[in-house]
Structures are given as structure tokens and as C-alpha cells.
């Protein structure tokens, strides 16, 4: 039976984000792509997704802060 | 004003940017006491001066504040751990060594445990939980024997399976059959009675063949032990002794979403980077909440986002977050100081003193709060 990892309460939606809007990001933030909190290659979430080396991945989480809170994670080599 | 659409439209008309759950506030507030247009304008308005002073100001010393905030009713913890007073014979460990389990990052923790929900229409099944509960938990020949003998005239271990227990386990016998002729290989089976020899007809060896087939694991999934059944509420719930997320993720009938473990390092091996991070929230703050500690979850949180910015969970220590710092200073004046500047003058190394531990040591501002701005002067033209 599929484990469905993506489905789990303790996992946030994890998106891949297009090179335009990865630049669109790092415009608004003002930082260098490696100023970006990251996530292994051989996360289970990257490769249920399919993540590939070097894209970035927008991570909507539900925050007990704020109700929802956006972040993104570069993958690793 | 009922409508939620409208309501969220005159929000964004006014161009604030307020995080979900305070827009959900407003939404709520609103309908409560059935404000108008003009008078949710005004609303607004205050609720964004109110916003703009309660936020962090740019270069307040959160870390330190999260520390503080985290320690102190560290010091209130009970150092000795006890009982789980919620599922009677499954022991946890609470306080302050869970806590510092947690924040050691460590991957092998002293009380593993899952609790294992099902799916809407297994949940309130009692005999399918006790099945699964027997096919997860672990079960030696131990349980299932009626008679146990060693014979030291002939030379072998002689036992009798019991067909009671076993069909009280839910086991068939003939995958028990199959497991043993596996992992014997001098056995005869007669019905019921089995007959182990060692291979060499000795008196140590023989007590060691009683032992390896006392202790064989006939069920149960690989690094779990006890299982506890309870109910809670209208559901029945599995509590383990023991944790191994993905093989009982892959069950059938498991609750795939809610089905979880305390141990972090398996969640990161399992679920990903950001359900650790989320778990080490969870844990953390189950743990205070335990011992009647009211700590506020954002330096909680702070803690967490620290220990897995870099894609995998690392400790606090100096094996983790405070060993990677770039300052040669700050790494000395934390743990293990003769080896640091050791190390350090024999590569060369430049500690530029741009973080907070080495200016304090030379006696410098700190870059942070008032020291994250510099001035200069303007020359008058």
C-alpha cells in the first residue's frame, strides 16, 4: 500500500516554483538564492514531487502564529 | 455586514497586509456584531496601528529572547521522569530529559512510541484492531508454547505449540512453521511438537539453541515491542512500544494522516524536512504543556526553524547549530575552548567579529538593536 506522505497532518503543501518566479522571490526578499533555507535532495517530500537539484520549492505551512504562513526551501545538490 | 466575500473585499480595498488568521478575526468580528462598511473602514484602521506595534522591531534579539524564554521553565522541570499517566503500562519519557532529547536532536531516543489511528471505517472495529494490533506488535515462541523442554539425556529442545494461543493471536500456523524452519535447521516437526537440535551436542550449546528458540520473533514489525489498545472517545487507538513509521504507514486500514510517532529523526526520515520541524513544535510543546508550563509557541518555534534551516534536523549544540558558527571566539567561548583556538591559529583563521558573542568579548556594540545601525556624518557643504 502507498505510503501518501503528502497527505499526512505534519506535512505542509511543498510546490516547485517556475525560474520566473523564483527570480520574482528573490527580487522581494533581496537575497541571494543560496540565502534560502534548504531541503535535501533525498527529502521524501522532494522525491514524491519530483524535485530536481537547484529548484526551489514554495512551502505553504499553517502556523499557530499566523494561520498561514508561505516560505520556500532550495534544493540541494 | 454577514457577507464573508464582501468583508474580505473592503479588507483588501484598504491594502493591509494582515496574516490569515487575523483577516479570520476581523471576518468573525465583524459578523458578530454586524458592522458597516464605514465602520469596518475605521476598525481597520486602528487594528493596523495596533498591528504595526505589536510586531517585532527589525533587530530585537529574538534568539536570545527564545532562549531565555525556553530556559527558564526549564528550570521548573522535573529532572526524573515517570509514568505515563494517560495509557496505563506504556512508559514516556516527560520533562526536562525529553526535552533535552528533543533539542539534542538525538536519533535514537529512550522511549519510541507511535500512536496508531485507523481509517473511518476500521476505527470503531474492535476485532480488526486487535488483528492489526497482533500483526504489529511483537510476539516470540515464548507466547505460544504449551510445553518447553530441554533434554539434556538426548541432547535437544523439545516444545509443544499451543493452538489455543495461537488462534487467540490471530496467527497462522502454518507461516509460524515456515518462520521456524527458516531459522532452524536441525528441526523436527510432529503435529504439534517440535524437536530442535544443536549443532554440536553440547551442554553450552544446547542452552543457547533453548534460548534462540524461546526468544524467536514469530510476529510484529521490526523495532516494535508492547502494544496497547485503547479507546479514545468513539475510536479505538493503537499505542506502541517502539517505532517504525514506515512500515505501519503502509498497512491497510491505518489512518494515513493522523497516524504518528514521537521520534523526530524518524519523522525527517519519513514524512520530510518540514513535518520535523512541525513534530519538533508538536513534542516540545507537549512537553511543557505537561509539566503546567505555558510557554509561547513562536520561541518554540524560533528553536525549530534554527535546527532545520538547512534541510536536516541539527542539535543545538556543538555538534549542530552552535558548532557551525563562523566565529572563532564564538565557538571557543561555547564548548571546548583550548581546541578551537588551537585550531584556529594553526589554519590562520580570520574571525571577522560581525555576530553578537564576539563583540561582547572584545567590548564592542552589538549588531543588534541599537547596534544594527551605523552613523555617519554628513559633511556641511
Known sequence: MKKDILKHELVPDHVILSKSDVQKVIKELNIHLEQLPKIKPDDPVVKEIEAKPGDVLKIMRKSPTAGKFVTYRLVLE | MQDTKRIMGVIEKKGVDFPKSLVNEIVDATKRHDLTGKELGKLLDEIKKAYERAKVEDGEAVGTVAAQSVGEP??????????????????????????????????????????????????????????????????????????????????????????????DKRLEFDDIIKKIEKAFKRVQINKNILSFEPPTPNIRELRLLADKVRDLQISG???????????????????TEGSNLGAVLKMKGIDRIRTTTNDIYEIERVLGIEAARNAIIKEAQSTMDEQGLTVDVRHIMLVADMMTADGSVKSIGRHGVSGEKASVLARASFEE?????????????????????????????????????????????
Open chain 2, 74 to 167: 526549564g528550570t521548573q522541570m522535573t529532572m526524573r521522569t515517570f509514568h505515563y499517566a494517560g495509557v496505563a503500562e506504556l512508559n514516556v519519557t516527560l520533562g526536562l530529559p525529553r526535552l533535552i532529547e528533543i533539542v539534542d536532536a538525538r536519533k535514537k531516543i529512550s522511549t519510541p512510541t507511535m500512536a496508531i489511528y485507523f481509517q473511518e471505517d476500521y476505527r470503531t472495529d474492535e476485532e480488526f484492531i486487535r488483528k492489526i494490533a497482533n500483526k504489529i506488535g511483537k510476539i516470540t515462541m515464548k507466547d505460544i508454547l504449551k510445553d518447553f523442554n530441554i533434554n539434556y539425556a538426548e541432547m535437544n529442545v523439545v516444545v509443544e505449540l499451543d493452538d489455543d494461543k495461537i488462534n
Open chain 2, 221 to 239: 514489525v521490526k523495532n516494535i515491542g508492547k502494544v496497547v489498545i485503547s479507546k479514545e472517545g468513539e475510536e479505538w487507538v493503537i499505542h
Open chain 2, 337 to 381: 575552548t583550548g581546541k578551537h583556538l588551537l585550531r584556529a591559529s594553526i589554519r590562520g583563521e580570520i574571525d571577522h567579529l560581525s555576530g553578537i558573542i564576539e563583540n561582547i568579548i572584545i567590548g564592542q556594540p552589538i549588531p543588534l538593536g541599537t547596534g544594527s545601525v551605523g552613523v555617519i556624518m554628513k559633511p556641511r557643504k
